[in-house]
């Protein structure tokens, strides 16, 4: 069965080089990465070069459940391009590109089998606009 390809972008209002370290610092990660309010990052850890690993902890607020995102870059072009493997050998690629004075960034992954499509686009295109506040308040 071929695995579906989902597509989320958001335009952010900051240039290039403050979008790409605020997407790849644990300590802006932790600020910006959950799809919604009940939802929080407690830890990241982020090792960006190829082989290199990041594991971000996604946690409910209420303790009542949580998980690992973690995976294994694939490449790394700094300031334009992020390609990673998940534990589930999912890929993800991430595109950044400065139009304008705003950077777009494009996020292309394969979804899983267990939860709708819609679902999961509606999860990732959260945790980007989280991240678009983020960076356009820092």
Known sequence: ?????????????????????????????????????????????????????????????????????????????PYNYLSYVLGDERTADVRFSESNGQTLVDVLFDAEGTNPVDMQREGWQAILNSFKDYVENK
């Open 1 to 77: 069965m071929e695995t579906q390809k989902v597509k989320v972008q958001s335009a952010i209002n900051a240039p290039l080089k403050k979008v790409w370290e605020a997407y790849n610092n644990p300590e802006d990660i932790v600020n910006w990465n959950q799809a919604s309010p009940d939802w929080h990052c407690p830890s990241s850890e982020n090792d960006l070069r190829v082989g290199g690993k990041f594991k971000n902890k996604m946690a409910a607020k209420d303790g009542s459940f949580e998980f690992d995102f973690e995976g294994t870059y694939t490449e790394v072009t």
